[in-house]
């Protein structure tokens, strides 16, 4: 669910008045039914988030559910029900204590009905949010006017003022509520892309910003302010909203938008530039300083003489933000020579893991994979013999079907790095897209999952996960079927097509 709406359905809340009076009495119930005021930005369209039947308590189900699954319904089931109980009632106490010529006061309350309370499992108030607050309520014993009172024991302490903590997750999303920023259906995606894009990371369960992410902020606040200014999203939802509503033309709004966001655009794509700060480390190669950069991967090092100078180096950063240069892993010696050039293979790390390359590189490209036997000893893995498929258009040599590292398979030249010349591997289906002349060529996404595309892409976008079959879906009529693997049918022949539930037995 994804709502923010507090409506409830009254045969909900009649369910849930009902459950109160059984189980906790007529004095836990108000004397009307409580309804709660949306406000006017709330998602609207569902129900708040409450249980089907409130007389299915948590108790009963946490013999079946996971611990997990458990914990949310509880929460869902107390606040909802709560929702719909009596006001729970304190008795607060101020007591003002004299001390020769000082006055010192304490404050305290007694619950006298537990109200709502009751259904949390809370027997008194609950603790303070702050710890450090002046004044905290606690329980204080009976007292009468003029007792005198003995100090055992003064304690002193001294206090400095200190600056508001980081977000965590459930504080960041509080602040975006209360700031009218997005919708319960995207905050989860903003706290995701903040920390995939590695703008923030966590620490200690809150959100400590990253040189880049600051550098991203500083660069967007400098050319978009007012797209920056958190005033500015809440603004637009409430126009849009007026859209949906039909109090505002939306082709005005967006003209409106546009033309004071494209001059800004192209002023920034002339004047903002590739940020790098820059460090006094000098460079080895060419004695230029080096600078931090950022790159697909993260923060690295790179020469300010770039181009003329490629230099770059990994680093970390010690508990005060000081650069600390990582040195770089001398490769370890396989004891294997080229079979290309003759020069010897050397361990090497990339972003799929170690590999074996030649120490000739970059005049000889070749890589091997490799595993280590019980000894630690390196052993080649070598590749299957590949299978000719056709002579090369480009240089006349033999085509050969390979295996990407990403598992999809595809045509290449047995000429390379000579020769470059490489095709995807046909399924020869036609695209079933009307109107498109493309056909299904196999791919694979960055996850190593194998899939099924146009050639035509990204003029035409059909995509399946299943083998696809030159033949006509003989309910529908859509011009390809799949072959898929299911748990409950086995091997199956289906149509992709949304609606259509033919399949049958795959009898190859």
């Known amino acids: 669910m994804r709502?923010?709406?507090?409506?409830?359905?009254?045969?909900?809340?009649?369910?849930?008045?009902?459950?109160?009076?059984?189980?906790?009495?007529?004095?836990?119930?108000?004397?009307?039914?409580?309804?709660y005021k949306t406000k006017g930005s709330a998602q609207d369209a569902h129900e708040a988030i409450r249980p089907v039947d409130p007389a299915l308590t948590p108790e009963e189900l946490k013999p079946l559910l996971p611990a997990d699954q458990y914990r949310i319904y509880a929460?869902?089931?107390?606040?909802?029900?709560?929702?719909?109980?009596?006001d729970a009632e304190f008795w607060d106490t101020t007591v003002t204590v004299r001390a020769d010529k000082t006055l010192w006061r304490a404050k305290g309350e007694r619950l006298l009905f537990p109200g709502f309370l009751a259904?949390?499992?809370?027997?008194?108030?609950?603790?303070?949010?702050?710890?450090?607050a002046e004044a905290v309520v606690a329980d204080l014993p009976k007292l009468v006017p003029g007792q005198t009172l003995e100090a055992r024991e003064i304690k002193k302490e001294q206090k400095f003022t200190s600056p508001p903590p980081r977000y965590s997750e459930a504080s960041l999303v509080k602040e975006l509520e209360e700031l009218g920023i997005g919708r319960p259906s995207t905050y989860a995606a903003i706290i995701s892309t903040i920390?995939?894009?590695?703008?923030?990371?966590l620490e200690e369960k809150r959100f400590a910003p990253s040189e880049l992410g600051v550098t991203v902020s500083d660069q967007l606040c400098e050319h978009f302010p007012e797209l920056m200014d958190v005033g500015f999203t809440a603004d637009m939802e409430n126009k849009l909203d007026a859209v949906s509503e039909g109090k505002q033309d939306w082709t005005v709004l967006i003209q409106k938008f546009a033309?004071?966001?494209?001059?800004?655009?192209?002023?920034?794509?002339?004047?903002?530039?590739?940020?790098?700060?820059?460090?006094?480390?000098?460079?080895?190669?060419?004695?230029?300083?080096?600078?931090?950069?950022?790159?697909?991967?993260?923060?690295?090092?790179?020469?300010?003489?770039?181009?003329?100078?490629?230099?770059?180096?990994?680093?970390?950063?010690?508990?005060?933000?000081?650069?600390?240069?990582?040195?770089?892993?001398?490769?370890?010696?396989?004891?294997?020579?080229?079979?290309?050039?003759?020069?010897?293979?050397?361990?090497?790390?990339?972003?799929?893991?170690?590999?074996?390359?030649?120490?000739?590189?970059?005049?000889?490209?070749?890589?091997?994979?490799?595993?280590?036997?019980?000894?630690?000893?390196?052993?080649?893995?070598e590749?299957?013999?590949?299978?000719?498929?056709?002579?090369?258009?480009?240089?006349?040599?033999?085509?050969?079907?390979?295996?990407?590292?990403?598992?999809?398979?595809?045509?290449?030249?047995?000429?390379y790095p000579a020769c470059d010349y490489t095709e995807p591997f046909r399924t020869g289906v036609k695209c079933p897209n009307p109107g498109c002349d493309g056909e299904l060529v196999e791919k694979s996404s960055r996850k190593g999952k194998v899939f099924y595309s146009c050639t035509r892409y990204p003029k035409c976008d059909y995509a399946t996960w299943d083998w696809p079959l030159a033949e006509?879906?003989?309910?529908?009529?859509?011009?390809?079927?799949?072959?898929?693997?299911t748990k409950a049918k086995?091997?199956?022949?289906?149509?992709?097509?949304?609606?259509?539930?033919?399949?049958?037995?795959d009898e190859e």
């Open 75 to 86: 929460l869902i089931w107390q606040r909802f029900t709560a929702s719909q109980m009596a």
């Open 490 to 505: 086995g091997k199956i022949i289906a149509c992709p097509k949304k609606g259509c539930s033919y399949s049958r037995p």
């Open 259 to 381: 033309d004071g966001f494209y001059p800004l655009l192209e002023k920034a794509q002339k004047e903002m530039t590739r940020t790098s700060q820059a460090t006094d480390i000098a460079c080895e190669l060419c004695g230029k300083p080096m600078a931090v950069k950022f790159g697909k991967t993260g923060e690295f090092l790179g020469c300010t003489g770039f181009p003329d100078c490629k230099n770059i180096k990994n680093f970390s950063r010690d508990g005060n933000g000081a650069i600390q240069v990582q040195q770089r892993a001398q490769d370890e010696p396989s004891g294997i020579d080229c079979e290309l050039c003759g020069k010897p293979l050397v361990v090497k790390s990339g972003s799929r893991g170690p590999f074996l390359g030649c120490s000739g590189y970059p005049e000889c490209k070749n890589i091997k994979n490799f595993t280590r036997d019980e000894q630690g000893v390196i052993q080649v893995q």
């Open 119 to 132: 259904v949390q499992g809370k027997a008194k108030a609950a603790e303070p949010a702050d710890s450090e």
């Open 472 to 485: 006509a879906c003989p309910e529908c009529g859509h011009p390809v079927l799949v072959r898929k693997n």
């Open 195 to 201: 920390q995939d894009r590695e703008y923030v990371r």
């Open 3 to 35: 709502t923010d709406s507090v409506r409830v359905a009254d045969e909900a809340r009649d369910a849930a008045r009902a459950h109160i009076l059984e189980r906790f009495g007529k004095e836990f119930l108000p004397a009307k039914p409580r309804a």
């Open 383 to 415: 590749q299957a013999a590949a299978q000719k498929v056709g002579s090369c258009p480009k240089c006349g040599k033999d085509l050969l079907l390979k295996t990407a590292r990403t598992g999809s398979r595809f045509i290449a030249c047995s000429g």
